[in-house]
């Protein structure tokens, strides 16, 4: 069986490159070979720094039964969901059709033309609260595609409709003060933020609460800087200053642990904007710190899981305090580098390097902005005949492996 994944740009994909599972990376290949086939496709969506793939990775996708059926009946495409962000959320939007619970593993099936037809996210080796077994579902797909063919097609041809007409819709003028004001109807009055659990930082909108008060706008200023004091004070900000991805529970308890690049970057701004000095001091160390390669540009990511006291679980390195962190070995960085993501931490250290007068700020910015110019940007002649040059920036690289 070929290894496809061994040298990829993605440290998601390479962390599958041993399973039994004969994995594709994206492309139109994939889907050729389940047409010349004709069975239908599996894509599964992950990070590297997502529990659920992991815990999915290690009960489903390495044992050699489920590996083997899995082979004989699909194909396989393994998708880093922040490699190919328009892969996620594209099916994404069509998994919703299927599950509420959208999130990571997401595993959708489709025709071998890419059109979706079932999806779910994690599901257990065997079944489990009210969930179905893999097994079960991998039965379940393949009894629907070869006696419910028709059925399957009308369901991919449905959820394409649905989704083309949700893009075609007409744009409509925004009132702003009446979006602050059912803003302001959703927060939670007793834990802060907004809604219930699980509960998550949501930078874009407190980007627009700030971009309001910027205006004089009261009630957005008052707004964004309750839900930004409640964050800073609540689990979901590490003791290093690094903000985990979401709480689990609605009063920002038990954080899924994984921190990412984007979140970090953005919450600099924000933060750095609101004046709240010390907080967002705090996020660009954690940045500078942890983050930042030896190259000058920013991983992706810090897994959720580690190795403490002999045994590898979920968050329990960051239970500890810094003295005890000192002997243990930190969560691993996913250390792939994305354009889009290092360009929001290059934003966010220069603005707040200079709202905050940090000039080593700023020349942080400006070391991984010279990188990705240097290391992420190719010329290409322009498609249409002619000598036209363009400038394309890369997706993303690993040690020298880059990926367009």
Same mark, same amino acid.
């Given at each position: 069986?070929?290894?496809?994944?061994?040298?990829?740009?993605?440290?998601?994909?390479?962390?599958?490159?041993?399973?039994?599972?004969?994995?594709?990376?994206?492309?139109?290949?994939?889907?050729?070979?389940?047409?010349?086939?004709?069975?239908?496709?599996?894509?599964?969506?992950?990070?590297?720094?997502?529990?659920?793939?992991?815990?999915?990775?290690?009960?489903?996708?390495?044992?050699?039964?489920?590996?083997?059926?899995?082979?004989?009946?699909?194909?396989?495409?393994?998708?880093?969901?922040?490699?190919?962000?328009?892969?996620?959320?594209?099916?994404?939007?069509?998994?919703?059709?299927?599950?509420?619970?959208?999130?990571?593993?997401?595993?959708?099936?489709?025709?071998?033309?890419?059109?979706?037809?079932?999806?779910?996210?994690?599901?257990?080796?065997?079944?489990?609260?009210?969930?179905?077994?893999?097994?079960?579902?991998?039965?379940?797909?393949?009894?629907?595609?070869?006696?419910?063919?028709?059925?399957?097609?009308?369901?991919?041809?449905?959820?394409?409709?649905?989704?083309?007409?949700?893009?075609?819709?007409?744009?409509?003028?925004?009132?702003?003060?009446?979006?602050?004001?059912?803003?302001?109807?959703?927060?939670?009055?007793?834990?802060?933020?907004?809604?219930?659990?699980?509960?998550?930082?949501?930078?874009?909108?407190?980007?627009?609460?700030?971009?309001?008060?910027?205006?004089?706008? /009261? @009630? &957005? $200023?008052?707004? %964004?800087?309750?839900? #930004?004091?409640?964050?800073?004070? !609540?689990? +979901?900000?590490?003791?290093? =200053?690094?903000?985990?991805?979401?709480?689990?529970?609605?009063?920002?308890?038990?954080?899924?642990?994984?921190?990412?690049?984007?979140?970090?970057?953005?919450?600099?701004?924000?933060?750095?904007?609101?004046?709240?000095?010390?907080?967002?001091?705090?996020?660009?160390?954690?940045?500078?710190?942890?983050?930042?390669?030896?190259?000058?540009?920013?991983?992706?990511?810090?897994?959720?899981?580690?190795?403490?006291?002999?045994?590898?679980?979920?968050?329990?390195?960051?239970?500890?305090?810094?003295?005890?962190?000192?002997?243990?070995?930190?969560?691993?960085?996913?250390?792939?580098?994305?354009?889009?993501?290092?360009?929001?931490?290059?934003?966010?250290?220069?603005?707040?390097?200079?709202?905050?007068?940090?000039?080593?700020?700023? /020349? @942080? &910015? $400006?070391?991984? %902005?010279?990188?990705? #110019?240097?290391?992420?940007?190719? !010329?290409? +002649?322009?498609?249409?005949? =002619?000598?036209?040059?363009?400038?394309?920036?890369?997706?993303?690289?690993?040690?020298?492996?880059?990926?367009?």
């Amino acid at each position: 069986m070929p290894n496809r994944l061994a040298h990829a740009a993605s440290p998601y994909l390479r962390s599958h490159a041993d399973n039994p599972v004969d994995w594709w990376a994206w492309g139109p290949e994939p889907f050729a070979e389940a047409a010349r086939r004709d069975v239908p496709v599996l894509v599964s969506i992950g990070y590297s720094t997502c529990h659920w793939c992991h815990v999915m990775a290690r009960e489903s996708f390495s044992d050699p039964g489920l590996a083997e059926f899995l082979n004989e009946h699909f194909v396989a495409i393994k998708v880093d969901r922040e490699e190919h962000a328009e892969v996620d959320s594209t099916y994404l939007a069509a998994a919703a059709a299927f599950t509420e619970n959208l999130g990571w593993p997401l595993n959708v099936f489709v025709t071998p033309t890419g059109r979706a037809f079932f999806a779910g996210t994690y599901w257990p080796p065997t079944p489990a609260h009210g969930h179905p077994a893999f097994r079960q579902i991998l039965d379940a797909v393949l009894d629907a595609w070869r006696d419910r063919r028709e059925e399957v097609e009308r369901n991919g041809e449905a959820i394409l409709e649905a989704l083309s007409h949700r893009h075609a819709a007409e744009p409509v003028a925004l009132d702003f003060t009446r979006i602050v004001s059912e803003l302001e109807q959703f927060e939670d009055t007793v834990s802060g933020g907004f809604g219930g659990a699980p509960k998550f930082p949501v930078t874009p909108v407190l980007q627009f609460l700030l971009a309001r008060a910027s205006l004089g706008d /009261a @009630a &957005a $200023r008052a707004l %964004a800087e309750r839900t #930004l004091d409640t964050m800073a004070s !609540s689990p +979901l900000r590490d003791i290093d =200053g690094g903000f985990f991805r979401y709480a689990t529970r609605r009063d920002w308890s038990e954080p899924h642990y994984e921190r990412m690049l984007y979140d970090n970057a953005q919450l600099l701004a924000v933060y750095a904007l609101a004046g709240r000095h010390e907080v967002a001091a705090g996020i660009a160390t954690f940045l500078l710190g942890t983050l930042r390669l030896p190259n000058g540009c920013f991983a992706s990511a810090q897994d959720s899981e580690s190795t403490v006291g002999g045994a590898r679980v979920e968050g329990e390195y960051y239970l500890l305090n810094a003295a005890e962190r000192g002997a243990e070995v930190a969560p691993a960085l996913d250390e792939k580098v994305l354009t889009g993501w290092n360009g929001l931490a290059i934003g966010a250290l220069a603005s707040a390097g200079t709202l905050l007068e940090r000039p080593d700020w700023i /020349a @942080a &910015a $400006r070391v991984a %902005a010279d990188v990705l #110019l240097a290391e992420h940007r190719r !010329s290409a +002649l322009a498609a249409a005949g =002619g000598p036209v040059v363009m400038q394309i920036l890369l997706r993303a690289s690993i040690d020298g492996v880059q990926s367009t």
